[in-house]
């Protein structure tokens, strides 16, 4: 049986104009049609990869308070540490605990007329107990960040537009962020749901896991198991990209299954968005490609905005209650005024 999720080696790049254009037609069919790839060829090293799985381990190792000391719901950006169960996926609770950690940027003074996702740019918080986590997570941020922004060119000549075409909405202050996470085993949480079904927001994510499966891509009906493979990324297309391509690229609907009893699973996903003051522009696709472009998917619960930081606060609001309760009140109030 073919394998459903294909392997990319981004290496193909290099490799002339004849590989190139071979890579960016695969690069635009698996985008297309399962919306998931492995990525080899990355350039990442193994002991990158090490030493970013390793803090993640220490991190979780470390006491509870420490943890706490941390915890998200003090923070406006929603960064930090949320335990298990702390993170809604379509209103039922994740079991996993994650650190969130986003651009270290300084904080933007509010006032009137501000829009109020302006809040969301500001400091990561980070353990006092462990000072070697800091460099070790904005190196890995600052790797996956040039692998995102190579694959997001990629994605651009592979839809018939210049290289460049989306640097304007991200160039500068990109809005990237990352987790690392550890999903307990299910003698543990006494529940399947790692993380519950959904699609991811942003332009790519890149996904290192360690050699524990439960990711799981939903494909014509079913789920399909992406089980780790050593040295490589898993990429999927976020929302934005859907949007700007107008449905002829789809973000995928996956899920994470709690492990077996006795077994953890760690990883690290990174989300590689665009500026949050920018604005999704709608590509003029080539004809060929434009005839079988879909619209981006439609969903009543969950609205698609082309304003980014408007997308982003959104889905932070929704998923983590207890911040949008402490820092957002004012908002919560007057969506409940509106009806």
Same mark, same amino acid.
């Given at each position: 049986?073919?394998?459903?999720?294909?392997?990319? +080696?981004?290496?193909? !790049?290099?490799?002339?104009?004849? @590989?190139?254009?071979?890579?960016?037609?695969?690069?635009?069919?698996?985008?297309?049609?399962?919306?998931?790839?492995?990525?080899?060829?990355?350039?990442?090293? %193994?002991?990158?990869? +090490?030493?970013?799985?390793? $803090?993640?381990?220490?991190?979780?190792?470390?006491? &509870?308070?420490?943890?706490?000391?941390? @915890?998200? =719901?003090?923070?406006?950006?929603?960064?930090?540490?949320?335990?298990?169960?702390?993170?809604?996926?379509?209103?039922?609770?994740?079991?996993? &605990?994650?650190?969130?950690?986003? =651009?270290?940027?300084?904080?933007?003074? %509010?006032?009137?007329?501000?829009?109020?996702?302006?809040?969301?740019?500001?400091?990561? %918080?980070?353990?006092? /107990?462990?000072?070697?986590?800091?460099? /070790?997570?904005?190196?890995?941020?600052?790797?996956?960040?040039?692998?995102?922004?190579?694959?997001?060119?990629?994605?651009? !000549?592979?839809? #018939?537009?210049?290289?460049? $075409?989306?640097?304007?909405?991200?160039?500068?202050?990109?809005?990237?962020?990352?987790?690392?996470?550890?999903?307990?085993?299910? #003698?543990?949480?006494?529940?399947? %749901?790692?993380?519950?079904?959904?699609?991811?927001?942003?332009?790519?994510? !890149?996904?290192?896991?360690?050699?524990?499966?439960?990711?799981?891509?939903?494909?014509?009906?079913?789920?399909? +198991?992406?089980?780790?493979?050593?040295?490589?990324?898993?990429?999927?297309?976020?929302?934005?990209?859907?949007?700007?391509?107008?449905?002829?690229?789809?973000?995928?609907?996956?899920?994470?299954?709690?492990?077996?009893?006795?077994?953890?699973?760690i990883s690290v996903p990174f989300f590689f968005s665009a500026r949050l003051d $920018?604005?999704?522009?709608?590509?003029?696709?080539?004809?060929?490609?434009?005839?079988?472009?879909?619209?981006?998917?439609?969903?009543? #619960?969950?609205?698609?905005?082309?304003?980014?930081?408007?997308?982003?606060?959104?889905?932070?609001?929704?998923?983590?209650? #207890?911040?949008?309760?402490?820092?957002?009140?004012?908002?919560?109030?007057?969506?409940?005024? $509106?009806?």
């Amino acid at each position: 049986m073919a394998r459903i999720i294909p392997v990319l +080696d981004l290496d193909r !790049l290099e490799q002339g104009q004849s @590989e190139l254009r071979t890579f960016l037609f695969d690069l635009r069919t698996a985008a297309r049609d399962v919306g998931f790839f492995y990525l080899s060829g990355h350039g990442i090293t %193994q002991p990158d990869i +090490d030493g970013v799985l390793n $803090a993640a381990h220490r991190f979780f190792a470390l006491p &509870e308070a420490d943890k706490l000391g941390i @915890e998200m =719901v003090k923070s406006p950006q929603f960064r930090g540490y949320t335990r298990a169960g702390g993170e809604l996926t379509r209103g039922k609770a994740d079991w996993r &605990e994650q650190l969130d950690i986003g =651009v270290e940027r300084a904080t933007i003074p %509010q006032g009137q007329g501000v829009p109020a996702w302006t809040r969301l740019q500001g400091p990561n %918080q980070w353990p006092a /107990a462990l000072p070697d986590l800091q460099p /070790a997570l904005l190196a890995w941020q600052a790797k996956a960040t040039g692998v995102a922004i190579r694959l997001l060119k990629a994605f651009a !000549l592979s839809l #018939d537009q210049p290289e460049d $075409a989306f640097d304007p909405i991200y160039r500068g202050e990109p809005n990237h962020r990352m987790k690392i996470v550890r999903y307990p085993g299910r #003698d543990v949480t006494g529940h399947d %749901q790692g993380v519950g079904a959904h699609k991811d927001g942003g332009f790519l994510t !890149l996904l290192l896991q360690d050699e524990n499966k439960g990711l799981q891509v939903e494909y014509d009906g079913s789920w399909v +198991d992406v089980d780790p493979i050593p040295q490589t990324l898993v990429v999927n297309i976020g929302e934005l990209l859907e949007l700007a391509s107008n449905g002829y690229l789809r973000a995928t609907v996956h899920r994470v299954v709690t492990p077996a009893a006795g077994v953890e699973r760690i990883s690290v996903p990174f989300f590689f968005s665009a500026r949050l003051d $920018a604005t999704i522009p709608l590509l003029d696709l080539p004809e060929e490609l434009a005839a079988e472009a879909r619209g981006p998917a439609s969903d009543p #619960d969950n609205p698609l905005f082309r304003d980014v930081g408007t997308n982003v606060l959104k889905s932070r609001l929704r998923s983590h209650p #207890d911040v949008a309760k402490r820092h957002y009140a004012d908002l919560l109030e007057k969506a409940a005024a $509106a009806g």
